[in-house]
Every structure is written in C-alpha cells, then in structure tokens.
C-alpha cells in the first residue's frame, strides 16, 4: 500500500525538480532565510530518524503479520515494560532536543532584535536602514524616513543594509512576508509591529501579504529589489523628485480601499515625518476605512 | 489480555435485575459538569477584562478605580451570599420534606436576589446615563458585559426559582423535583461562588 | 435503566444539606470579604501586596464555599464532583495567567509607543 | 443600542430584501436547482411510500442513541459533500485564475469566482469541514458505540441527546440557508479579526457563520455532558475503568475538551457579537479594543478543538487495528496515559496558531516547546500500534485500509506539525499553503479513521456490510486523491504560495496548481466509487445473514449484542469479566451464550420536544442574523416556554415485558428482523405502552 503510495508521488517529484528554482524557501538569500532553512533541514532529518523506521516497521510487520503468510502468532502479546518505557522514552529525547534547538533559533532570527544580525548592527550602525510600512487596503506604502521619500508596493534597498521596518496598518489585520528575506510577522491596526533582515545580494524578490485582509488580499504584491548604494542613490532622488506629496490628507486618499491591479508603483516625495504615528494614533482613536458595498458582493466582479 | 484469567463455575456473564444508575446522582452530576462548562465561560471573561482592563483600553474614559464602588459591592455580596444561603436553608427543609417551609426560602431567596440585582442594573444604568455605556470604550465593553452575564444567570435562576415554587406545590417531593431543587442549589451557590471573583477582581483590585 | 424507586429525600446529596454549614458559609465569606473590604480602602498597600492579599482571602472564601455550600468531599456521591473540579481548575489558571502573560508582553512591544517621545521615535536596533 | 447597519431594514423583515438573493449569479441559480431536486425527490419519495408518520415516529422523535447517532452521521455526511464542494470550487478558481493573464469566466475577472464570492467559498469550506462534518460524524459515532461498549441501555440523558442533535443540525441548516438567502463569512473559518468587523463586513456573512457556531456548540457543550456522564456513571457491573475499551477512553477524553473548550468559542463569538449587535468595543482596533483577544480567545477554543476531533479518532484506529491483528491493542495502559496527556498538553499550546503575532522570544519559546510535547505521546501511540501489528494475523478488509492510510498521514502530519512548532520554520510556512497541506493530513487522518469506523460499525447497525470490493476501489482512489492533492500542497508551500488566493499570481506555481486539481478529480471520483459502493449495499443486503459479530475478529462488548442491535441494546445487562470482554467469551467459548431469563426494561419515551426546539433556535438564529427582532424574541420566548414545558412533562418512559423481549430476541437470531424492519419494533413500543 505504501509502495503504491510512493509510486503515485513520482511524478509529482519529477515535476518538482523540473522547476526547483521556484521553491523559493530552498534557496535563502540572507542570513535570516538561511538560518530559517537550516532550521527546516535540521528538524526534517530529526524527525526521520524516527519517522522512517517506524514507516518502515509498519511496512515490514504488516507484511511479514498477514494472515495468509503463517507467521509467528502471538495472540496474547500486548505488553512489555522495557519496550513501553522506550515508546516513552524516545520521543521525549528526540523532543528535549529539538525543544532546545527551536528556543535556540528563536533568539537567532527574532524579527525585532535577531541575533544574527546583533554584531553588524552593533560595528557598522549607519548600515541600518529604517523603513515604515503601512497596509492599507489593499497596498503596501513604504515610508523612508531618513531620506524623506514614500511609495507604493516597491521596496527598494541597498546591498549590505540592514532593514528594520516598523509596520502597522490602517484597517485590518495582515502579515507582511518577502521568502527569501524577511519572515513573516502580523501587521495590525493600532498597533507597531517589528521585522529585520539583512540584504546581503543583489537581485529581485517579491514580497506579499500573507494573511487575508478582503477582496483586494490576492493583489497586495510589492516588488522588493537590492540593490548598489549608487544604485539606491539614484532611486531615492528619482522617488525624491516626484510632484506627489504624502501628507496625512493625502495617505487618507491613498488609504482608501483599493485594489491595485498589478501592483503599480508609486512615489512620494516629502512624507509627513510623523504619518507613521499619525497612523497608529488614529486607528487607536477609532479611525475606520471602511469597505464600500460594492467590493461586499457576491455577483460581477468590480476590481476593474 | 493483561488480566486473562478462565472462567470458572462462579463466572457470571449476565447481570439480571441491575439497577444501573441512579437518576438523582446522574443529574446532579451533569448539571456539575455543566456549572464547570459555565465557570470556563466566566474565565474567558475574566481574561477578556484583564486584557481590556488597562488605561490604554479606557480610550479616554473612565478606568476602574473611577466607576466601582467597593462599599456598595460589599452590600450587594451581603444581599447574593443571604439569598445563597435562604435557599440552601430551602433543601433543608426539604429534606425535613417540609413544602411550606421550602417555599419560603424560596421566597425569601428571590427577594434578596432582586435586592442584589436592583444595585447592579442602578449601576449600569446610572453609568449608562452619563454616556459612559458599554460603547464607550473596549474597558466599558468588558465591564458591562462581565456584569451582565452575571446578571442573566441570576435571572435565569430567578425564572428557575418561580418554576420550582409552582411545581413543589403539585408534584410534591417526587424524584424530579428533588433533582431539580438540588441542581438549582448548585447553580444558585455558584452565582455567589462567581459573584465572590467578580468582587475581588473588579470592585477591590480595581478600587 | 429502572433507577432508584426509593425515595427521593433519601438521596445522599439531600441528607448532606445542613442549615449549620450554610450558615457558616454566609458568615465565613462574609467575613472574609469584610476583612478584604477594610484592607482595600485603607489604601496602605501597593498594588502588588494588595492584589496578594485580597487574593489569598478570595482563595480562603472560595475553599470555604466549596466545602461548606457545595459539600465537596470525597464520598460516593460528591467523588466525581470534586475529581472534575481539581481537573478543570488549572484551565482556569492556564488561560487567565498564559493570557495576561502573553497581553502584558504584546502591549510592550506593539502598543507603548514611542509617539510621547517626539519625532525621534525610529526605533534602534538595540531598543 | 442598535448599531447603525448599512442598507434598509424594515421592522417586519429586519435587513432582510429580495436583492439579499443572489438568485442572478448561475454558479448559485445552479446549486439551488440541485439542491431543489434533491429536496423534491427527497419528499416526493417519503410521501410516495407514505413514509412521513414513520420518519416523524421513527426517526425526527427518537431518543434511540443509535438512531441519533446515524442521524448525527448523516447530517455530517451532507455536510462533507458540501464542504468537498467548496473544496473543489477553491482548486479550480486557483488553478483558472494563476498568472497575470489569467482568463475570467461567468463575470469575474479571472477564473470564474469574483473575490468576494471566492472569499465566502473557502470561508464556508473550513468552518463547514471542522464545526458541521467532522464534529457531527464523530459525534455519531460517539452517540452510536460508547453507549454499547460500556454495556448500557441508552445515553444518561436521552432527551437531551435529541436536544443536542437537533441544535447541530438546526446550525447546519442556517449555514445551508446561507448559500440561498444572503452571503456567508468571508473572513475564513478562524474568523479574521477586525475583518469581521462591522466596517469590513458589513453584510450578514459574519453573522450567518457566528450563529450558525454558536448554536452547534451550544449543541456539542450539552452532548459532551451527556457523553461524561454516561461513561462515569453506565458502565456495567464489571467494568472497572481500565477494562474500558480505548475508544470509550477517547470519547471520555475528548468530551471533557468539549465541555472545557466550547465556553470560550462562545465568550469570543458572543464578545464579537456585542461589537457588531451593541456597538461594544472587544475587538476594534480603536476605542480601547484589543484585537489579538479575539485571537487569543479562538484559538483558546481552536487548538484544544483539534484534538476534539483527533482524540476519538485514535479510538477507532485503537479498535480497528487490535481487530484485524488478532491481538490486544499493545500498551492499553500507556496508551490511555497518551490519550489524557494529550488532553491536557492541548491547553497549553494555542499561541503556535499566531507566533507571528509579535509576541517576543520568550513567549514563542514557550508555546513552541508546549507543542512538541504533543509529539511524546503522539508518538507513543503509533509505537503502539506499530507493536499490535507484530505478531498479528493481519487482514486486510476495508477499515484495515483505512487505518493503515490514517495512520501513513497522522505520520505525515506529526512530522509537519513538529516543523510549524519551532517558530524560525513557522516564520516562512505560516499563513502558507504548506500549513494547509499539514492540517489537511491530520483532518484527512480523521476522515480515513471516520470511513474506517463506517465500515467497521455499519453492519453492527444495519444487519449488512458494505461491499468490499467497491470499498476498496473508493479506499485506493481516495488514497490516491490525497497523496496527490497534498504533495503538490506542500511543494507550493515551500514556493511561497499563501493561502486564501483567489488568484495566484505566480505562473511558477502552475505545474503543481494542476497537480491538486489532477488530485480533486480522483477525489471526485472517489466520491462517485463511494455511492456505487452504499448502492451495491443496499442492492445486496439481504445476501448475507450477518451473527452478532459479522468481523468474528472484533474483541469489544458492543459485538456482543444481536445484529442489528434491538432498540433496548442488551436484553440483559452483561456482566464484563476483563478488558476485551468479546475476546474472551471467545476464546473460551462463550460468546454465544445467551441470558437464561428475561425481565422488563424500563424505556424512555420519544419526545416531538427536541426537534421543535431545535427548529426554534434555528428560527432565533436566522432573525437574529437579519436583525428581525419581534421574531427572535418570540422563538427565543419559544425556546424558554418548551423547557419549561418539558420540566412539567411526567412521562416516564415504559416498560418492555419479558414475554415480548423474548419474542424479540428469538426473531433476531433467526433473521426474521432486519434494519429496514423496525416498524415492529415499534409495534412492541406501542403494545408496551398500553401496559
């Protein structure tokens, strides 16, 4: 039974391996991807060392015990001391360890203060680049602080920085998620939440929204690209340029709900050095975006 | 079969004429487990307050210290734990299988609920009034409601309670009735029990 | 399935009623919550003292009414009461303390924010 | 106090207006047209064959355990054809809609559901699958063998057992009404939080799905009371704790997580409810709100709720397993130990559901370390059964398979379950379609172990098997379906992919996206293979004349009992001499012993009560979701008055006099009764009654 089960996920493998590049979670780019990796690996082969001897037994014993193969019968044998203390026994090393291993990485990776990235912070402090990310419905807005530019579903850094991105939302609840870069962390309204990562190459990576947040939640793709500091330079004056302004009048217009098919970017120069904090007071206050009716239906589709 | 042994001559394989279990104790038991059922109910309430139970969650309103008043709670424990033990005086008697004085425990038993009520809905509705209603901020949300189940379970005890004053009277002490007036003691001493927490919890640590 | 027919007043759980231990009940939580009463409104403890007290004497009239309203013991017919009590009790400690442990810790680090302390609230690295 | 909502609202029909019906949208004018036929065939059939006075005798006022138990199952049943549906509908709009240029069908952009469509879709399939397929399904069973394991005549509480099933089924119904007359959730099972907020749901979505749960669960809280009951007080003379089968030990287990858990889904539903009904402020995200509460408060419920429904079903893999190995099931004692181990770890564990929450190291170290300890007695448990195959004499009928395939995904699961609980793997799969693929394995590991105890019980109850051979063509099929749908789920997982897509936007993930629905289709398939199998059945019922124990390999009481099993259960209480009594009487010979004398047994009555309570929480439920206040007050004051009714009713019961339990018996073991005959039965309940 078992074989045939294998024999069916062949194809599925041969398929798989046709397009490894896509899985992305096997190819980390940073140091925070790649310790979440490692993780996995660690824990998968642990786990198999006790998973695929027990697969195996079952196999053998339900073999070996049918009832047409006249084997050995022992129709009273259902216990055994030394046999149920390992039962016992085994799991709970195999746990301690990987108990131990899990808290260990925790403190590694964790989003507001990483371990792994504690000693770059602490030697080179101007390699941290703050960004605020806001989730509206159904965007993502970057706000660059210290360079005084803003915009829409792009994410633009330089290679060797470290990103420390403050994150909150005006309506409903979201998670924030780039694979390869940044793990995933809740982004709620009222309330800051924290994500680091390091970016240590250059390339293109999409990052996304991964809880449900309503009708728009499929579309709220942000291209995250590293880039050279010359590079980045180039960019931020190219985002500094733009006649468009975020003011807080102006992020409630962009904060409206809105799908914004395809992901198109845009720039903002000069945002509201406080817009961060306006943001979060107001959804303390009571501050609501709410959905129109016509994104609440179930017939016709209206996203365009 | 860990405890294998052959039958022999004294082997019974049937039972005839088991009583099985006794009604009495059954209901009593599952209205036990029930009142467990509710106690989880008022702990996930008491872990909603906690949680809401800060000056942030005041949003600008008022915050405990500024709307419970431990004094007048002390009357109103006074007035829940009397009307406690009136009824709990109500199965003695019934156990002396004395109606009359059943129903007058009873009797007495609602009144002083009613008191301890009349306090409570005052002081809701006296906060209500000055616009500091349950929708006034996620701490009044809290507040208002831990209040209110509360409430509706004396309310419901109360109903129960009329029930029983008119069923005693016709059906006598019968099993039913017993049952009934002993899973209403528990339900009823319970109120006290969850009245205590909400005491200590809201009216004094709050204070 | 036939159930008891003897009488119903003969039930253990209506013999244990006994007017002198409700009477004790009502006075034992009355006490206790007097005594609670006077120590909050003197106001001389901090918060922490205050929540410990009030607490224990909570905790005492709590005892007391399970064993002099409710008659718990361990009888025939209060055994599984009071098994399933002990049961669920720690459910009520597990999810008051786990959630007042993990809110206390979320308010920290999502909800104090740095907005009192001016425009410079980037937060650093090492915060 | 009434919260402003938006649309018009009548005093007479609340926000309830034809435009409420989606009646223009073809996917729904489809489903209503089936589903309208079904129903008519349904009626027209039970009219035709003048079956209305014996569904109403038989069935709707019944306070039979078994029948309850069979109608539990049948409810789930519908409801997991329903739920397979929305499944289907999800794989297909996610394999239509992948890639920028995705092609739009029937009015939506891409693939063939609009968002808001496609949100309610995968919403109604979670909440359905785990709250109205699953829970009732192992309810039934529940209901079906625990009263006949222990040796006892009924549940503790009959009428409340029919109390119970009708509250589940009256919140079916209304998420059922749900398809036709208005929209459901669109918030996912978990219910979203500020999502379902008034602001972001404005609709009667959120309210149809918080009813629907707070109606069941007030039916699951009172059948988890009646279940601990039974098991502590029924058992018969002899059995002491530890000769209880395991199954009965993980009913016991997982009714005292019902019991616990249930409360604080309702405190968080009702504190939702608050919000959106009274404007109070629990869970807004302004005005003192504190969304992660709700959350908190879910997941409270959510995680313990998981092994609700795993517990019972490592029950039957326990008898299953021991019955097709010819042996005692290994470590009976270490094996309760795990059952209550995992019981109680499941309280401590709930936060793995949000580590992304923010919540800081210490924290997450915590609850990551809580969950792993799950997998000790988890994995205790598969040790054992591992060691009840050595030295069996396997056979391989249908359950076997069952098992065995449960058991290859419970494996699958504990070891994707042990990744999401160390939080630096949860950051990268969680809210991906890797966790889907995870839950799926264990849920997938219940259903296996739910067709295993069909087929295991069904001809206990019915007096015939189920086909063997369509049964394991749909067992291979089904196997097949699941091995496919979820490999290919959890290589998207590892790509990235989140979940709630209505459209995938990564072309990357084609090859696997068709992969799944490669998988729907086998499962479609399956599905089609299990109606040929039931149709086989039936046809072919009376070929077999089944004895009281049709698998001759089974070891517990409930065998002991005539096929199929009288109304009354045991004609004399047994007396249990050891753990697997069956086993015993066996080996020494004895398990066709009959009692010597008959006496009278007390029966309870049936009751019209439940189903029309049932149909008036269902009516306070549908006014309360569209905000008709004179006509929830009135059901509501329905509700009170029939409890108060039912507590003056001084019916109490009747009795069966020997001379017709004997005549019953003696008809049993000849085959003169089989289960489509119970309209004697009944005759013996209406003699009885005269006396």
């Not at chain 1, 914004?260 to 959804?283: R, T």
């Not at chain 3, 159930?3 to 231990?21: C, F, I, K, N």
């Not at chain 4, 006099?657 to 309209?679: C, N, V």
Request: aromatic letters at 12%.
């Amino acid at each position: 039974m078992r074989l045939k089960s294998y024999l069916t996920l062949l194809p599925v493998l041969a398929l798989g391996a046709c397009s490894s590049g896509d899985y992305r979670l096997f190819h980390p780019i940073n140091a925070i991807a790649t310790q979440e990796w490692h993780a996995t690996i660690v824990d998968t082969v642990v786990m198999l060392l006790i998973i695929l001897p027990v697969l195996l037994a079952i196999a053998i014993f339900g073999w070996r015990y049918r009832a047409n193969a006249n084997a050995a019968y022992d129709p009273d044998w259902s216990h055994n001391t030394v046999l149920e203390l390992l039962v016992w026994g085994v799991p709970f090393v195999i746990v301690a360890g990987l108990g131990l291993y899990s808290v260990k990485t925790i403190y590694a990776i964790e989003p507001y203060k990483p371990g792994l990235l504690q000693k770059q912070a602490s030697t080179d402090p101007q390699s941290v680049l703050n960004v605020d990310v806001i989730n509206t419905d159904w965007q993502w807005v970057f706000i660059y602080p210290d360079q005084h530019i803003a915009t829409i579903d792009e994410l633009e850094v330089p290679k060797g920085s470290i990103v420390k991105m403050r994150l909150t939302s005006t309506s409903v609840s979201n998670d924030i998620y780039i694979p390869q870069l940044a793990p995933m962390i809740a982004v709620m309204p009222g309330m800051r939440t924290l994500d680091t990562f390091d970016a240590p190459a250059l390339g293109e990576y999409t990052g996304f929204a991964a809880d449900f947040s309503g009708a728009g939640f499929s579309w709220m793709q942000f291209a995250t690209h590293i880039v050279s500091q010359d590079d980045f330079n180039t960019w931020v004056h190219k985002a500094a340029s733009s006649p468009n302004q975020l003011s807080y009048a102006a992020f409630q217009k962009v904060a409206q709900p809105h799908v914004n098919v395809g992901a198109k970017v845009s720039y903002f120069s000069n945002p509201d050095p406080q817009l961060f904090n306006k943001v979060v007071a107001a959804a303390q206050a009571g501050v609501v975006y709410p959905v129109s009716s016509a994104l609440t239906k179930s017939i016709g589709s209206n996203e365009k | 079969m860990a405890h294998d042994t052959a039958p022999t001559a004294n082997t019974r394989l049937f039972r005839p004429g088991y009583e099985g279990h006794n009604q009495i104790s059954a209901r009593t038991l599952g209205f036990w487990l029930y009142m467990l059922s509710d106690a989880l109910l008022f702990t996930a309430l008491f872990a909603a307050y906690a949680v809401l139970d800060t000056p942030m969650n005041a949003a600008g309103g008022p915050i405990a210290s500024q709307i419970v008043n431990p004094v007048e709670g002390f009357w109103q424990t006074i007035a829940i734990l009397g009307s406690v033990t009136s009824y709990s005086l109500a199965t003695v008697a019934m156990k002396n299988g004395n109606r009359g004085g059943t129903a007058l425990g009873i009797v007495a038993a609602i009144a002083l609920a009613v008191v301890f009520l009349a306090f409570g809905v005052n002081d809701l509705t006296t906060l209500a009034a000055h616009g500091d209603g349950m929708d006034r901020s996620g701490y009044l949300s809290a507040y208002f409601v831990l209040i209110l189940t509360h409430a509706i379970h004396m309310g419901i005890g109360i109903l129960w309670m009329l029930v029983m004053l008119v069923q005693i009277p016709r059906y006598g002490f019968n099993e039913m009735v017993v049952a009934r007036m002993l899973n209403l003691r528990m339900f009823w001493q319970f109120q006290a029990t969850v009245w205590v927490c909400v005491y200590v919890y809201v009216y004094m640590i709050g204070a | 399935m036939a159930g008891s027919h003897s009488d119903p007043l003969a039930h253990p759980e209506v013999r244990q009623g006994s007017a002198v231990r409700y009477i004790a009940g009502f006075i034992s939580t009355v006490v206790l919550m007097g005594a609670a009463l006077v120590v909050t409104m003197r106001h001389g403890l901090d918060y922490q003292s205050l929540v410990e007290v009030v607490g224990g004497l909570a905790a005492l009239a709590l005892l007391s009414q399970a064993a002099l309203f409710y008659g718990l013991d361990i009888s025939r017919a209060q055994i599984w009461k009071g098994v399933s009590l002990i049961l669920t009790v720690p459910l009520f400690i597990i999810t008051v303390g786990l959630t007042v442990w993990m809110f206390q810790s979320l308010d920290q680090r999502t909800m104090v924010m740095p907005a009192s302390n001016a425009a410079a609230s980037q937060p650093t690295l090492l915060q | 106090m009434q919260l402003q909502v938006p649309g018009p609202w009548s005093l007479l029909l609340g926000r309830l207006t034809l435009d409420q019906i989606p009646y223009t949208n073809p996917i729904l004018q489809v489903t209503f047209a089936v589903a309208a036929l079904i129903g008519l065939v349904i009626v027209g059939a039970v009219l035709y064959y003048k079956k209305v006075g014996y569904l109403w005798r038989e069935w709707l006022t019944t306070v039979d355990h078994k029948k309850i138990g069979v109608m539990y199952i049948i409810v789930g049943l519908v409801m997991l054809f329903r739920g397979f549906a929305d499944g289907l509908l999800i794989r297909t709009q996610q394999v239509l809609a992948n890639g920028p240029h995705a092609a739009g069908y029937i009015g939506a952009t891409h693939g063939f559901l609009p968002p808001f469509h496609f949100d309610q879709v995968y919403s109604a399939h979670g909440t359905i699958m785990i709250l109205f397929a699953a829970t009732p399904i192992l309810t039934g069973f529940q209901n079906i063998v625990v009263p006949l394991q222990i040796g006892a005549r009924d549940m503790a509480f009959p009428y409340m057992n029919a109390v119970s099933l009708w509250l589940t089924t009256a919140a079916a119904v209304l998420v059922m009404i749900s398809l036709f007359v208005g929209d459901f959730s669109q918030a996912g099972w978990v219910g979203l939080i500020p999502l379902t907020e008034l602001p972001y749901s404005p609709g009667v979505g959120v309210d149809y799905w918080m009813w629907a749960i707070q109606i069941s669960s007030v039916g699951t809280t009172l059948n988890a009371i009646n279940m601990i009951v039974t098991i502590v007080d029924m058992r018969a003379p002899g059995m002491t704790w530890f000769r209880m089968p395991v199954f009965s030990w993980t009913t016991l287990s997982t009714n005292i997580i019902g019991l616990t858990a249930f409360p604080v889904l309702g405190v968080a539903l009702a504190l939702l409810g608050a919000d959106r009904y009274l404007g109070t402020h629990f869970f807004t995200a302004g005005m003192g709100g504190n969304l992660m509460l709700y959350t908190n408060l879910f997941w409270i419920w959510g995680h313990p709720e998981v092994y609700f429904l795993i517990l019972p079903t490592f029950g039957v893999l326990s008898e299953v397993i021991p019955a097709f190995s010819q042996k005692p099931l290994f470590g009976y004692v270490t094996m309760v130990a795990a059952t209550f181990a995992i019981a109680g770890i499941s309280w401590l564990v709930w936060l793995h559901h949000f580590f992304t929450m923010g919540a800081g190291p210490d924290i997450n170290g915590f609850f990551s370390v809580a969950t792993m300890l799950v997998g000790i007695p988890t994995g205790v448990k598969v040790f054992n059964w591992m060691f009840t195959l050595y030295r069996g004499r396997i056979t391989y009928t249908v359950p076997m398979l069952w098992a065995m395939f449960g058991l290859f995904l419970l494996l699958v699961g504990g070891l994707t379950g042990m990744m999401l609980a160390i939080p630096a793997i949860n950051y990268t799969v969680h809210d991906s379609v890797f966790v889907i693929a995870h839950f799926h394995c264990m849920v997938l590991m219940v259903v296996c172990a739910g067709f295993a105890g069909v087929t295991y019980w069904f001809p206990k109850l019915f007096g015939f098997k189920l086909n063997e051979c369509w049964g394991k063509a749909f067992f291979w099929t089904f196997a097949v379906g699941t091995v496919t749908v979820f490999t290919a789920m959890f290589a998207l997982g590892f790509e990235g992919e989140t979940r709630r897509l209505d459209w995938t936007f990564n072309t990357a993930w084609k090859p696997m996206l068709v992969v799944e629905e490669v998988g729907m289709i086998i499962y479609v398939l399956s599905l089609a293979l299990f109606a040929v199998m039931l149709v086989v059945s039936i046809r072919d019922r009376n070929k077999q004349k089944l004895a009281a124990d049709p698998w001759e390999t089974s070891r517990t009481l409930e065998w002991l009992t005539p096929t199929p099993i009288p109304f009354y259960n045991y004609a004399v209480t047994p007396q249990v001499n050891t753990r697997d009594e069956l086993a015993w009487r066996r080996k020494y010979g004895m398990e066709h012993t009959k009692p010597d004398a008959y006496e009278d047994i007390h029966m309870p009555s049936n009751s019209g009560l439940p189903v029309i309570l049932g149909a008036l929480a269902g009516i306070w439920g549908f006014a309360m979701i569209w905000r008709i206040w004179w006509l929830a007050a009135i059901s509501l004051l329905g509700v009170v008055l029939i409890v108060i009714i039912r507590s003056f009713d001084k019916n109490a019961g009747y009795h069966l006099q020997p001379a017709e339990i004997e005549a019953m018996e003696r008809d049993l073991s000849i085959g003169a009764i089989t289960a489509e005959q119970p309209d004697r039965s009944h005759h013996i309940i209406t003699h009885a009654e005269a006396h």
